[in-house]
């Protein structure tokens, strides 16, 4: 018996060392990204008929704790092929989840990537999933699928089907500023057909407004185009634009044949009609001592958006011709500092030159406080904003206590009762645009 086990010991021995070199041809290798020219090889399968769910996990691990590189394990294939000489490593993020590239094993199993396209051996697929280099074999690999920034860069500028096909897809992958990129190409090819076209005004309605959008649409239409969708926006674009036009007109405006058209334009002084204290609730005052005035709140297109401003409509006063003047009051109490200013934007509408000026009531006894006017031009569109500013620490207001001379200062600023705009507009109707009403420094 000893004799026979002294025998069988060395044969099984030398059997066990024969399958452990033969059995089972290599898996991929995985090249760690945290330590370059690291390589790994996991030990041969345990049988070349092993299960594909124990073969090949679904996704890849990250670095162990002791930072040791993982291996990632795919059944089957042959030894790994080395990377080029002197090739940079390849790392970074996994991209998300429709930009990445999907290789597909013959056992269904996953890899998602970036699938790299300078591969000196063709017999490997290689994909860098985002922690490192996965090289496959290929008969190993059933499909790629490319993500979008693969198709992105392959496609050509000039192939009119290929670039359509894939800006639907971009389109039913909610990527529609790639979609744009990509029809933008095709509508300027001979042979782009109207479907395609109607597509790019939506894209241009979406992606860059209903302005650049509503010229496309019109287009789209004349050349036969009957989507309800796309002649349902375009009813909806064309039904805006006339109200928007009436609008301008009814302000005695041009609009014109661009988006700018009909504007007002901020002086050198301002760069923008900024929202203020017109917001706000500003009422006629009594025909006792004001003409006629009617303040209205309404909102002008503008290249920078929708602004509003206050429109102020004068008129003579209807009996008592000595009234030279017109006020609008805010009856809301301010609380001032000392030196601070008044500024506004005023554009004249009407014919002729007027002059605005400006009044508090202020403290226990609303005393009242006028300042000086300053000339609002007429100019030949009436659109021309001018800044006027007010200075409240100044002493050159009329009040009772100076018999209406231009020396007094206003007292109890932080006690402001009321605040009125006066429009010396004499015996002539006028209209003016005032906007930025704004209180700017102090003590």
Known sequence: ????????????????????????????????????????????????????????????????????????????????????????????????????????????????????????????????????????????????EYGLTARMGKVKAD?????????????????????????????ALAGCDLKTRGLYAQLVDEQEGADKALPLYIAYRNAGGTEPEIIARLSELETARTAWEEQMRALGLDPGATAAAGAPMAAATSSAVEEGYEKYKWDSDSLDWSSPAKPTLITLVTPEGPRRVMQVDVEPHPSKPNVDKAAIVLRRPLVLRSGAKLTMLVAN??????????????????????????????????????????????????AQATGWAHSARIANLEQVRELQILLHNGPKSGSVWIAGIAFEGGE
Request: glycine letters at 8%; a neutral charge; aromatic letters at 4%.
């Open 1 to 144: 018996m000893r004799i026979a086990y002294t025998i069988l010991v060395p044969l099984l021995s030398t059997a066990l060392s024969q399958a452990a070199e033969h059995g089972g041809s290599p898996k991929p290798r995985f090249d760690h990204t945290t330590q370059p020219g690291l390589r790994r090889t996991e030990p041969n399968a345990p049988s070349s008929t092993a299960s594909p769910s124990t073969a090949v996990p679904r996704t890849l691990r990250s670095p162990a704790p002791t930072g040791q590189p993982t291996t990632a394990q795919a059944n089957g294939g042959s030894p790994a092929a080395p990377p080029a000489p002197g090739s940079p490593a390849r790392t970074g993020p996994a991209p998300a989840a429709i930009e990445h590239d999907t290789v597909i094993l013959t056992n269904e199993q996953h890899f998602l990537g970036t699938v790299l396209s300078d591969q000196p051996d063709p017999a490997w697929v290689a994909i860098n999933t985002g922690s490192g280099v996965l090289r496959i074999a290929r008969d190993r690999v059933a499909r790629v």
């Open 159 to 187: 192939d009119l089907a290929a670039l359509v096909d894939l800006a639907m897809w971009c389109r039913a992958n909610a990527r529609n500023p790639q979609a744009l990129e990509l029809l933008t190409k095709a509508v």
């Open 349 to 398: 509408r009407g014919t002729s030159d007027l002059r605005l000026g400006i009044a508090v009531k202020s403290g226990a006894e609303w005393t009242y406080y006028e300042s000086k006017p300053q000339s609002v031009t007429a100019t030949q569109s009436g659109q021309e904003f001018t800044q006027l500013s007010f200075d409240l620490g100044a002493s050159d207001f009329k």
